[in-house]
Each structure stands twice: as C-alpha cells, then as structure tokens.
C-alpha cells in the first residue's frame, strides 16, 4: 500500500482520538467559580485541512488566520496540531502577555523530533525552554557579545565589509549579467557574523562554503516537518528526508567544526603560554562558549552543541537583517523623495566629505535614517510572527485560558499594519516616528509594533541588528543614487522563506552598449536589435522594475535618469527568488 496513504489514515485516526480529548480538556475552573475556556476560534476543521495546515508555516496560512481575526477577535485558538494554538494579533494584548506577565509568557513548546536533533536536544538560546540554560546562554550572548564596547570593537570589519559590498555592487551594475541585491546584502551580512563568530577573516570560498550548508539546510527545514508527525513511523515512511536531514546537519559540523576547533586551540595555546585572552583583540563568540558551564548539567558545552550555537548566532543575524535591508532600498528606490531626504539629512548632518561615508558614530545624529529603518521594520517586519512561545502553567489572559500544552503566537505583521494603531497603515511614512521622541522598539511601555518581539525573549541582538541597518542603509545611499525607470515601479510583493522575502528581489542591471535590456515577467533580455532612436549609454545605472505579474516593457530613452554629479547611479532587476519554505521555531 502506499506509504502516503497509510500516514493519512494513521494521522486521522491519532487526530480523532487526540480531539475526543481535548475537547474534554480545554475549560477549566478559575477561582473554583467560573467555567474559563480557551480563546474562540473555528470548531470544525477537517482533519485534512489540518493535515494540510501542519505542513505548512504560520506566514502561508496568515490570510486563514486574518479571516479568523475578523471573525472570532484578536485572540483566537486554533486546533490544527495535538495541542491548541493560540494566535494574539493586538499589541495591547501581547503587551498584556509578554511584558505584564512575561515570567509566565516566556517559554517554548517542546521541540518537535527533527528540531531535538538540530537543536542538540534545545541547549540554544531561540528553542531552550524558560530556565537556567536559557539563561545562561542568553546572559553570555548579551553580556559578552552583544554589549555596545563588544560591538563597537567590530566596527574595523564592519567598514571591511561596506567597502567590498560597495566594490560588488558597483561591478554588478557594469555587468552584462543582472545581478540579484540581496545576495550581495546576505553574503556582508554573514561576512560579518562569521567574524564575529570565529573572530578570523576567512577566505571568499570558505565563507561561501559555510554559507551554502546554513542555507541549505535553512530552505529544507520545512519539508521536515512531517518528519515530527509521528516520529517513528515517520522516520521509516519517510527514510529519505530523515537521511538527509542528518545529512545537512552533518555537513553542517564538518565546515564548522574545524573553525571551532582551530579556536579552542588557539586560546589553549594562549594558556599554556601565559598570555591571556587580552593579547589577541578580538574576543568571538566561539571563545566565550568555550568556557560556559551549563548550569543544569554542570558542564561545558559538547562539539554538537558548540555547533548548534553558532550556527544559530550566524542565521538568527543574516537572514533577518538582510531581508530587512531589501525591503529598505526597495521602499527607497520606490518613493525617490524618501531616498534624497535621507541623503539631504546625511549631507547636512555629517557634511560633504570626499569619501562617501557615514562613520558609525556619526548614525546617532541621523533621526530620519532611525525613522527609515523603523518603518522599514514596522511595514515590512521580516519575521510575520515570533517564535512559539509557551506558558510555564495555565494562565488566563483577557478572560481565556492559555494552557500549559498549547503554543502561544504573536502577529507581528498585523501589529504593524493596525488600523487603530497607525494612521494610513500601508503607506511608508517614515515620518510618522519623527513626532515619537525616541520611540521604544522593546515595546516596554506599550506595544505598537514589535518586529523582535518584546518582554524576556525579546531578540537579543536587536541593537546590532539596528546598527547594521543603519549604517547599512546611510552608505548605500550616500555611494549610490537606487533609481528606477521612469514609469516603472518597484514589485513589494511579499514570499515566505525563512524569513518573509520580496518575491521579486530587487536586482542590479545596466544599460549596457547592447542597448536597453527589457522589463519582463522573468529575467532581463537584451532586445535583438536596437532601435535607432535609443542612444548608447556609458555608464551604469541602478534601476528596479516590477516584474512577475507586470507586462513586458521597454526601456524607453527618456527613462535614462539623468547622473547627478556626486554619485553614481546604480542598477537593479527583480529575479525569481529560490523556492523553499521552512517553519521557523527557532533559528536551529
Ligand atoms: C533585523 C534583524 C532581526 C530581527 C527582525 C530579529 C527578530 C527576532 C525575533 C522576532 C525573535 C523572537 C522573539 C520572540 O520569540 O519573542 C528573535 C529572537 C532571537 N534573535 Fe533576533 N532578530 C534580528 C537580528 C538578530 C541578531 C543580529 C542576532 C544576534 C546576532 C539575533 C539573535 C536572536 C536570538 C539568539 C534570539 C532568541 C531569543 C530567545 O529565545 O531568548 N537576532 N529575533
């Protein structure tokens, strides 16, 4: 018999049972009086919708849920997995939850089987339920590589990188070949984690070769997921996912373990010969794992767990930042007025200079580049939900039971889009947090927005996150002029990867001595043959343009923006982006 057709059967019977009793199992009594039920939600799903749900990520049902919103209110459960699953769609809500009662809001589901294996067994910070482990690993991720002097030490290799994603970029745009902009944007993204993480400048392939098997395995994650339906039958009927998973995760240890390893004996070295840490400057993530006791356990971190560490640090910092990048520019290439008065306010604030760079410690005087990003980040979050939280026991929460066994889930997209919260909710109106002395993106006093969460697992690292947005985005306008043609328009719909991407990247191109290239539904061709009335053209442009659902146009002379003096004008396309779609509890 087929084996799709057994796991079907098997699930509906184990689904039927489970809802027999959980039907019997959601109220419960508060203070001996009233009967508490779980939030509202639809009653009847089908068990093959639900079968169908499970395989997918919170982002793909997102339209599902907003209906449900509609329907039932800002908290809803819904019964598609063993446990029930809770979806808070209002900031004053998770406000309530995460801040209000943030010992009782902060801990995560139990890791389903393939997430035990790529997480060794939860001994990281993302997935580590609420408790000393979490704590500690936390604590050291903050304190020792987090904190603002620790940050402040990689600015050399933060200037390294700009440069050479400068360099890129540039021989991007004078390529015959369109380039796609986030790969440029992901690989200094990871270029930087990846110092901070081993502390060496490793060579392009190396870095390339790390890269690919985070990647791989963060585009697989997904198709995993029936894997945890049933574990043991599972892993026979699906024997060929299951080898591969462990296949990934071991590529994953043989490109980072030697790196782990070359520290551990570097600052064994370093022991031995009496020289402390001090001597060598840069203190990397790897070094402060190396001596952290676990406090449960009393020991220190094995080679697995070393590797599960790391490799959260290098993807919870690339993807999330670089997509966050993307959808910045793109905002920026789309209304032009944005990008000049961010350029007016650079040029005003840090002055006109001959090198073409905001310095670091020039960022703080840039309030309308702050505004930027956060408007970047509230329009365009590139996580749409946090990680699952769960309660430590059964809370009430707005008059329904949250309980112990179920799964707790915020909205984030929705928070940033509310209506009631903020006026013209889909325009990019940086604006808007010129008004907000200091907004507070830890959403302590009150959530409007929380793209990292907010409350006791609020993303650690939003600060350098901030920072590299920041800095980022300032020298990428300031290098170039991002344009599109005239008449054209930049495409923001959105695609679920690991995080939420454009579905149509922005890209480089140029108007090359073959003439102009064509915006379509697809890649960029050069036209046969060129038509007398366009012009040659000897420089290189930025440009986007919408494709996917846009219809075939030429590039017609008059859409040749005009070079201003100063700074050069890049080029840009829209290309399909790899396909993948990986559910995301934690940054395994
Ligand atoms: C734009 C960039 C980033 C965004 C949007 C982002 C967003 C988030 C979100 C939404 C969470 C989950 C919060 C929750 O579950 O309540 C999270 C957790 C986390 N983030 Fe980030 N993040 C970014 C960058 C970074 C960076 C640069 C690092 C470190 C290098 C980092 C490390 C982590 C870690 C370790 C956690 C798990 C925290 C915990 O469970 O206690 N993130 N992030």
């Known amino acids: ?282 203190v990397s993530y790897v070094d402060t794992l190396l001596d952290l006791q676990l406090p449960e356990e009393k020991r220190e971190l094995n080679e697995g767990e070393l590797v599960t560490l790391c490799n959260e640090f290098l993807n919870a910092g690339t993807d999330t930042t670089s997509t966050a990048l993307q959808w910045i520019m793109a905002n920026l290439v789309k209304y032009p007025h944005v990008q000049e008065r961010v350029v007016e306010e650079i040029k005003q604030v840090v002055g006109e200079k001959k090198e073409r760079e905001v310095k670091e410690e020039e960022l703080h005087k840039l309030g309308y580049l702050k505004a930027v990003v956060l408007e970047g980040l509230r329009r365009h979050p590139p996580g749409h939900f946090v990680l699952p939280h769960a309660v430590t026991e059964d809370v009430v929460l707005k008059d329904y039971l949250v309980p112990k066994n179920g799964t707790v889930n915020f909205m984030v997209a929705e928070m940033g889009l509310d209506p009631k919260v903020w006026e013209d909710p889909l325009a990019f109106k940086p604006e808007r947090f010129l008004n907000d002395e200091g907004f507070d993106i830890t959403g302590t006093k009150e959530i409007k927005m929380m793209p990292f969460g907010a409350g006791r697992r609020i993303c650690p690292g939003y600060n350098l996150a901030l920072l590299h947005l920041e800095y980022f985005v300032a020298n990428l306008v300031l290098n170039f002029e991002w344009k599109v043609p005239q008449g054209g328009d930049v495409d923001l719909s959105e695609k679920k990867e690991f995080t939420v991407v454009m579905k149509n990247a922005l890209q480089t191109f140029r108007i090359g001595q073959n003439g102009p290239y064509r915006v379509r539904n697809g890649p960029f061709r050069t036209p046969k043959s060129r038509t007398k009335t366009t012009p040659r053209t000897t420089h290189s442009e930025i440009r986007t343009a919408r494709s996917g659902t846009h219809p075939e146009r030429p590039v017609l002379p008059s859409e040749r923006p005009v070079l201003p003096p100063e700074r050069p004008v890049l080029l840009s396309r829209t290309a399909r982006s790899p396909s993948g779609t990986a559910r995301s509890p934690s940054f395994l």
């Open 1 to 282: 018999m087929e084996a799709w057709f057994i796991t079907l059967v098997s699930f509906c019977v184990c689904f039927l049972i489970r809802a027999i009793f959980s039907l019997h199992s959601s109220p419960t009594k508060a203070s001996g009086k009233a009967i508490i039920t779980t939030p509202p939600g639809p009653s009847h799903i089908s068990i093959i919708t639900r079968l169908l749900w499970l395989r997918k990520s919170f982002t793909e049902l997102e339209p599902t849920l907003r209906t449900f919103h509609a329907k039932y209110g800002p908290i809803i459960t819904l019964r598609i997995g063993a446990s029930p699953a809770i979806f808070i769609a209002d900031g004053a809500l998770a406000h309530r939850a995460l801040v209000h009662n943030g010992s009782l809001f902060s801990d995560r589901p139990e890791a389903p089987a393939t997430a035990a294996i790529l997480s060794s067994n939860r001994r990281n910070i993302s997935s580590a339920s609420y408790g000393a482990t979490w704590r500690t690993l936390r604590r050291n991720l903050a304190s020792e590589m987090l904190h603002h002097s620790r940050v402040r030490s990689f600015s050399g290799i933060r200037k390294c990188v700009l440069n050479s994603l400068l360099t890129r970029l540039k021989s991007a745009s004078e390529s015959i070949h369109s380039v796609r902009v986030i790969d440029h944007l992901r690989h200094a993204m990871f270029c930087l984690l990846v110092f901070m993480c081993f502390g060496e400048r490793l060579d392009e392939g190396k870095v390339r070769d790390i890269a690919r098997v985070e990647r791989q395995l963060l585009l697989r994650l997904g198709s995993f997921n029936i894997l945890n339906f049933w574990p043991s039958v599972t892993r026979v009927l699906y024997r060929k996912k299951w080898l591969e998973m462990l296949r990934l995760r071991k590529e994953q240890e043989d490109v980072l373990l030697p790196l782990i390893r070359a520290r551990k004996q570097k600052q064994k070295q370093a022991k031995e010969s009496g020289l402390n840490d001090d001597h060598d400057d840069v």
